[in-house]
């Protein structure tokens, strides 16, 4: 979700090219459709994946191969890279046997064919009930699953107890409503000396969708409709949570780099010390942490309460040319148990797929985790075909709308005349 400006305008261009070199080579929607027979142990399986997430995907590779037979063979890709490589070999029929995908890519690439259905597969897992719904969504059509969660991230408010101290507040205390969090933040702008209260992607659809919306969903709001072909942002609970940000910049509350932040310098602002609560994907808490600071983290509220996060990440499926079909799905459903979520992901305070399983030996350890695990629940993943143009890339219609939402003359008019452009951007397919 954090990508540079010069990312997000190699998706938009990747994603382009995909649709003209998969017209006309790929099978419809979803591939064939039947896992391949063959051997399941003993095969080697091609994996690719973006540098964004390899980490955990390379973690979750090593504890498979150690234990089984089969072996998994991983390729790295830049971020900025990898949706033209995919788009590339999509044309060439040269796809891997699986390939991840950003989550809000996915439904761009089931349309196009190039994940072969696991609908029977998924099915038959005891636990599919508690495997992430919005992730399984993103990968589905028709009825058909063809991409199931690999590495997940979510939005989450972080505040830094050490300045909550110096300002005078509870720093076991963090907001329950949006008011609460700008009363909080107004509190520790006043220490002064460098310090703010927040800060936000102010440049950077991407960062805000993530951050801002979770509080749109908290009190009852949708930003599109459930195709994802109309915005909904011109909405009371848009235009109240909006407000609140407006106001923290206006008074100077949130730090002035805000307003041109496209997403590459984001963590580093937290990682300074000086923001006193600001919301961010959880993906940073180990990064924070080794900083030394003293963070605490909390879910996003809405304006009058409630809670609720964008869950971000990547899915991954088995590529429509695979002929290891019965092998790579023995792998990818693997990573959705019980012994590689716990003794993989959650031992490396990753966010886990399922639900379930919040409450481990892990997320028991660090009740921060545990707020992670347990907001999972309450989170959406927006759904939408023409996601990245719309709201991702840096010229997209949402960024416009945020810019002015934040910073412009009128906030009224900013939704208003930015639903009607976003709007136009989804039903552009």
């Known amino acids: 979700m954090f990508r540079t400006r010069h990312l997000r305008r190699a998706v938009s261009a990747a994603m382009a090219a995909l649709v003209l070199a998969v017209t006309g080579s790929a099978c419809s929607s979803g ?43 991983l390729t790295v890709y830049p971020n900025e890279q990898y949706p033209a490589k995919i788009a590339s070999a999509a044309g060439a ?18 349309s196009q064919g190039l994940w072969a259905d696991v609908t029977s597969q998924f099915n038959a897992l005891s636990f599919k009930s508690d495997v ?42 963090p907001p329950t409503t949006l008011a609460e969090y700008a009363t909080q933040a107004r509190a520790i702008a006043k220490l002064g000396g460098g ?30 409709n459930a ?25 100077g509350t949130m730090a002035p780099a805000a307003k041109q932040e496209d997403g590459t310098t984001w963590l580093g602002a937290l990682e300074n010390g000086n923001i006193g609560i600001a919301p961010g994907p959880f993906s940073w808490y180990s990064l924070l942490k080794q900083k030394g600071l003293d963070m605490g983290v909390a879910p996003i509220p809405g304006v009058n309460g409630g809670q609720s996060t964008f869950i ?7 590529s429509a040319t695979s002929s290891h079909e019965a092998a790579a799905w023995d792998f990818l459903s693997w990573t959705l148990g019980q ?8 031992k490396a305070s990753e966010m886990i797929a399922r639900t379930d399983l919040a409450d481990n030996q892990y997320a028991e350890a660090d009740p921060n985790v545990l707020v992670g695990n347990q907001v999972l629940a309450k989170g959406q993943t927006p759904y939408a075909l023409n996601f990245n143009a719309s709201y991702n ?18 906030l009224t008019q900013a939704l208003a005349t930015g639903q009607s452009a976003i709007t136009s951007s989804l039903q552009q397919q």
């Open 227 to 251: 195709a994802g072909t109309q915005s909904t942002i011109d909405s009371p609970q848009a235009q109240a949570v909006l407000q609140v940000y407006r106001g923290l910049f206006a008074d």
């Open 93 to 110: 029929h040269a796809l891997p046997d699986i390939f991840t995908s950003d989550v809000v890519f996915a439904p761009n690439y089931v």
């Open 132 to 173: 992430v719904p919005s992730f399984i969504r993103a990968g589905s059509a028709n009825g058909k699953v063809y991409a199931i969660p690999h590495a997940l991230d979510l939005s989450v408010m972080y505040y830094n107890k050490t300045l909550y101290k110096k300002a005078g507040l509870d720093p076991d205390k």
């Open 339 to 346: 012994q590689a979520q716990v003794d993989v992901i959650a």
């Open 195 to 224: 310090v703010y209260g927040t800060y936000e992607g102010g440049n950077c659809g991407g960062c805000v969708e993530f951050t801002v919306w979770p509080s749109i969903w908290a009190d009852g709001g949708q930003v599109m």
């Open 312 to 318: 971000g990440g990547d899915v991954a499926g088995i």
């Open 393 to 410: 890339d840096p010229q997209s219609p949402w960024t416009t709308t945020l810019r002015g939402a934040f910073f412009g003359p009128s």
């Open 31 to 73: 591939g064939s459709g039947q896992p391949a027979a063959g051997a399941t142990t003993g095969v080697t399986i091609t994996m690719w994946t973006r540098a964004g997430t390899q980490s955990q995907t390379q973690a979750l590779i090593d504890a498979y191969n150690a234990s089984h037979k089969n072996h998994v063979v």
